[in-house]
């Protein structure tokens, strides 16, 4: 029989607690997103996350370890080969990631790659290089307004990503491309995790914004997932935010796109007033691409502050029988060198106003024991090749 009738796992992009032992290998050393995000404020106001116990995982200069946590705390390792959103994702719901996504950072995609994409699209590419996404809008926008040509530029992530202005390049035709590039970067020299369609208005620099309408083209999950097992099952599985592009839609039952991490609570707000029975899987992505990737430890602070104030909503509507999980996906430390994902420890918070007790956890060594605590929640067996040992026993 069910536990719990409604499961809330909600991904704050990129919000680690520590290095994991092998992050030296990952060229990360002494890495620490929240820590050090909490270094770097003068406040930093948590009151809903210290009740869960997120102090508890790490040191934090202006908040104490919650002494009575209103549900129990651990630590995750990731045992995939990898620091990015698709590697982290995948693996809560079961698979592990033997072979990281291939990344173009320091070169730029190959001449041949470009040379294919020109073709199939008709259009010149400019850029194609490492960048931020306001950065190359402000150098090649009004080139690629005034020529036609297509921007198409990476980062430290697995990604192709290409930028459209929506009036002059349109949305259609900058799908068009985006799945042209995405047909292209299947090829296993150039497999990305993702194509980017980044949507833009404006006419002249310093006027440009970046839309709402990104579309990811992501790689299917290597193999069925809890997801799969549990839309299979019959339930609910709510995605919220960029989990339908991650999961390439296998497993979903029912999507919802976010404008931002803000409106991404408010969806899940609004998801926790109706009836369902199963999954909400919600990904929150601005503290890892606004603040994390251009090192802002202030901004990364006050989008945490911003969450809080809205998980106080959250926790005040959820139900005897609900179970939420708040976790992360990797590190982003906005104070490290670089712009990269950095490779973290992620928390694990979890509780239900039907807990009995409360407190920590041994550290777990795999994402995937999210997965597992779901399925094994609805009664579901997890599909074979999975990895992951459920937590639910656990959860009194």
């Known amino acids: 029989m069910k536990k719990y009738q409604r499961v809330f ?5 990129s919000l680690g607690v520590g290095a994991m032992a092998d992050s030296e290998e990952f060229g990360d050393v002494g890495v620490n997103t929240l820590g050090h995000i909490s270094e770097s404020v003068e406040t ?13 995982l790490c040191a934090l200069k202006q908040v104490e370890p919650e002494a009575a946590p209103l549900g129990y705390h651990t630590k995750l390792s990731e045992k995939s080969r990898g620091k990015d959103t698709m590697t982290g994702h995948w693996e809560m719901m079961g698979l592990r990631v033997t072979t990281p996504f291939k990344t173009f950072t320091e070169t730029g995609f190959p001449p041949e790659l470009i040379r294919e994409l020109e073709a199939r699209t ?27 040509h297509m ?11 290409i930028c459209g202005n929506e009036e002059t390049f349109g949305l259609d035709e900058l799908y068009r491309c985006c799945g042209i590039a995405r047909e292209i970067t299947m090829k296993d020299e150039w497999k990305v995790g993702r194509v980017i369609a980044r949507p833009y208005v404006g006419k002249k620099r310093g006027e440009f914004v970046r839309t709402s309408n990104r579309h990811d083209y992501a790689l299917k999950p290597s193999g069925r997932t809890a997801l ?3 839309k299979e099952a019959g339930l609910d599985v709510i995605s919220i935010g960029k989990i339908q592009d991650i999961f390439d839609g296998e497993g ?22 109706e009836t369902f029975c199963g999954l909400c899987f919600v990904n929150l992505v601005d503290f890892d691409a606004l603040w994390g990737h251009r090192r802002d430890p202030l901004g990364y602070a006050q989008e945490i502050e ?3 104030k809205n998980l106080g909503v959250l926790l005040g509507l959820l139900r005897e029988d609900d179970l939420l999980i708040i976790t992360a996906d990797h590190g982003n430390d906005p104070t490290y060198r670089g712009t990269d ?54 959860l009194r």
């Open 252 to 273: 979903i039952t029912k999507a919802i796109r976010s404008q931002s991490s803000v409106h991404g609570m408010e969806q899940t707000i609004q998801t926790a007033k």
């Open 306 to 308: 911003k969450f809080d």
């Open 44 to 56: 930093f106001a948590i009151p809903h996350l210290k009740k869960l116990g997120l102090a508890n």
């Open 151 to 161: 921007i198409v530029y990476t980062s430290a992530d697995s990604v192709l990503q």
């Open 228 to 230: 799969n097992a549990l």
């Open 9 to 13: 796992v909600v991904v704050m992009d």
């Open 122 to 148: 008709g259009r010149k590419v400019i850029g194609n290089k490492s960048a931020s996404g306001t950065e190359i809008l402000d150098e090649l926008a009004e080139e690629e307004i005034a020529t036609g």
């Open 341 to 394: 994902h950095t490779r973290e420890k992620v928390p694990f918070l979890a509780y239900s106003p039907s807990m009995k007790a409360h407190g920590a956890l041994p550290e777990a060594d795999t994402f995937a024991v999210i997965g597992a605590t779901v399925a094994d929640n609805f009664e579901v067996p997890m599909p074979e090749h999975t990895i992951g040992t459920s937590l639910l026993e656990q």
